[in-house]
């Protein structure tokens, strides 16, 4: 079997993880690591290490990440380095000729996401958005009952980043997380895409449909400060320091087709984990809160209440499952949304074809994070969202809907040529 | 004991259980119903014939308001009408002398809340808004936890008017409601108060803390369309009729002291009914989509699921329960909140004092539509929330903090003065 030859940049605790986990066993498939990179050398020796002991072969080690994107033994690269750098690295590897796959994270300004397009304009759409989100096995499913027509016509989504993250920021110098330097310093909807991934597939973004405006507002900053109070020593600058990141952040984005969605970041107050996944369709709505469905004909308002239906969406599997995720063991970390997403991501590579999450799809998730903090700046003023397909979203041609991890339908009619 | 003699005025759903209910059970001890009063004929003759089995003697029966409030046999008067009309009829009201009771409902412009803000001052603090939810069991819980520092610095809350409300819509000719023509025509955050009340009570608004802006945006108009297709016959006009509400509205609003409130209305999709009551703190947070808390020291985010916690609040409830409610047996509609409500009201017309939920308080919950439709307008634009107290917010000095159902507490130093 051909394998692709890939190298590593970034390997924090997402790149090692995802490193040491499943693209270790990809390994024994299709796939060769032939270098890893990270800044500090520390976390690539302990990679090359852990890669070593499972794949029977020792990658190359390198702290230059030019010197990774240069070389010509690879036809790849995965970039899982800090949210300010993946744009850049991928822009500099697509021009070295290198498919490349991105990890999440949101954009610091819209040039750096019109940068990405001016790339794949010169280098092709050779890129793919690593949202492993997209693949997840309940907002599959629940997408599946869109395309079904089970939900009627979906009207609001949403969902959020909720996820107390207070220890990991709090501890940044400790663990060299760019976290910390982001809270501290800037006030935005940081981490939009795990929540917004599947619900633009689901709405069919950049193919049929497209973001519009957003207007985003940031509660006051506390829960860092008491943590800080709580967990760092009484001389701990941290413990006097001003966060400029709100706790929450609500932005509200309205869609071409007048389909509003809502998502909150809520990462520094505690809570349990939660993306918030929500649906509402005219015909039935999911409930990611609860996990529960409500659907015309099976539920009615008066008999059910909600804590009679919470859990039940568990009840549809049978009926609903999304194909993907029918037949599939789950492997590797977050559910096994991460080996769909990887997986996705070496066949498009090998493929040289458009990602399931392509190019277009990362800078349009990706600039949410640029726009709220211009909203916020502005007192919740509305933004307006690029169209960076420039007119091609309702005419899109260059989606492969035959390759098993699309996550898009066609849609007759929707370019009125047909 | 003293009776509260009381002319009713609306006596469509809400008026009718109300009266039948609570104020008819209520004529036992110290209230007393002099007339009742609808636009409807039929509506009068059944209410009164109601009371005369319940209570053993005949209210006067009244159609038109303005007889009512012209007499002198009684001091105070509950409006149960429309929302078009509570805050004119209750300026009338005030005007003839009498202490006013007005059902919840929003406001239709910012002119008519600054109209009962000049009636207070020409006739007195006089009025109380029967926000039922104020009184909720689970609201005034993770009040009293909020005000004994459970929960840390309270940062962000949120909560909506989620109820399914297709087919009372729907069928407005018939039931002769307001709201069709509501949904035909405007598009806003129609009745936010039932979960707005609680958060504000609990935010300090109009005592030490103040609504400053909001932003709102609106989904497209779905539900009834497609409600009307299944439930009207072929040939109704509702089933082609364009309903200018959307189907989900989100607004954000700001506060003084810098936290962030979410409000949604959703009532015309399928779902469960929920005030989706939430409230997150520095040390803790209450989860209202799935009756849970999750407190700092009790629960870790690395050991909790979310699912794991749902429900638990009731396991709080002999810790926390607010005084209110405890030793109180529920009677009435809405889980007993209809009867605190009403009881408050009657405490405080009797006295002659200022409710524990007033004008000033009625006209900040209700100014949120006018305002939220002037946003939706303008695209989601930030509008400014009026300060009805024109500065007197953070030095009131009119609260009975003794009073039984007080929803309010005394903030030492919020005036600068102690």
Redesign the interface.
Known sequence: MEKLKVGIIGLGCRGYVITDGILAAMCKDDLEIKVVCDQFADRVKRTADTLERKTGYRPDEETDYKAVIARDDITAVIIMTSWRTHLPMAIEAMAAGKYVGIEVGGAYTLKECWDLIEAGKKYGNRLMFLENCCYGDRELMITRMVREGVM??V??CSGGYM??LREEIINGKENRHYRLGNYLNRNCENYPTHELGPIAKLLDINNGNRFC?L?S????A??L???AL?NRPADDPLTTATFAQ???I?T?I?CA????I?I?L?TT??????RGFTV??????Y?G????L???GE?N?YE????E???NAKNYIDQYRHPIWQNYDPVGGHDGMDWLVYRAFVEAAKAEKRAPIDLYDAVTYMCITALSEQSIQR????VDIPDFTEGRWFMRDDIDYDDPYCLEVKQPLRDGLV
Chains 1, 2 share one sequence.
């Open positions: 009627g016509e009207i609001h996820h107390d405006t207007t507002t940031a509660s006051k506390g829960g400060h008491e943590y709580q709100g706790d929450i609500t509200v309205k087709r007048g389909e509003t809502t909150t809520d107050l505690p809570r349990y984990y939660s509402r369709g005219t015909k039935a709505g409930f809160e609860n996990d529960s409500f659907i015309d539920h308002s059910f209440k909600g804590s239906l919470w859990g007192g919740g003023a509305p």
